[in-house]
T-cell receptor
């Protein structure tokens, strides 16, 4: 069966510091991969998606970037974090575009 | 424009009762999918049920069923025989044909009372 791993679970970072959140999927090949952000008490907003290695699409212009160096690895990065980057970040995968997306456990990011 | 509307910010239900969580959507695309997710306090998003716009029958998954009324553009989630473990946030989401993005509603916080 397929599993998705996301880490770290929580992160506290100062303003201006870099960020790297990692997500890996096991048990499937060439999945679609997604990064979402959830503000407190709100629904999810899609940040990036990828349909293949080194194929990244950005949905929202922002301070973040994403990379997919391997088939089942998706990384969310920032060179300099802003206070507004605080939130709950969720990675997700699907086997095809028309199939449900399955989410990791999320990373709670706090910027001080 | 808001595409998914969940009008119930919070609901309180007695254990073992059935509960209906409302969701209306807006799209001009004839082909789309509707999803419900559960988010417990721990934060993970758990996929519950899916309904395709061309599906003739309402989707069911165990105690979950989706009351799909296409003309009204509504996709309500029905949970039968609620349990204490059903207490969580519930999100309705939609994906239009060819789109990668799931568009989420604001969610409904469901609390099951013993």
């Amino acid at each position: 069966s397929q599993t998705i791993h996301q880490w770290p679970a929580t992160l506290v970072q100062p303003v201006g510091s870099p960020l790297s959140l990692e997500c890996t999927v096991e048990g499937t090949s060439n999945p679609n991969l997604y990064w979402y952000r959830q503000a407190a008490g709100r629904g999810l907003q899609l940040l990036f998606y990828s349909i293949g290695i080194d194929q990244i699409s950005s949905e929202v212009p922002q301070n973040l970037s994403a990379s997919r160096p391997q088939d089942r690895q998706f990384i969310l990065s920032s060179k300099k974090l802003l206070l507004s980057d605080s939130g709950f970040y969720l990675c997700a995968w699907s086997i095809r575009t028309d199939q449900p997306q399955h989410f990791g456990d999320g990373t709670r990011l706090s910027i001080l | 424009a808001q595409k998914i509307t969940q009008t119930q910010p919070g609901m309180f239900v007695q254990e073992k009762e059935a509960v209906t969580l409302d969701c209306t959507y807006d799209t001009s695309d004839p082909s789309y999918g509707l999803f419900w997710y559960k988010q417990p306090s721990s934060g993970e998003m758990i996929f519950l049920i899916y309904q395709g716009s061309y599906d003739q029958q309402n989707a069911t998954e165990g105690r979950y069923s989706l009351n799909f009324q296409k003309a009204r553009k509504s996709a309500n989630l029905v949970i039968s025989a609620s349990q204490l473990g059903d207490s969580a946030m519930y999100f309705c989401a939609m994906r239009e044909r060819g789109a990668q993005k799931l568009v989420f509603g604001q969610g409904t916080r469901l609390t099951i009372n013993p």
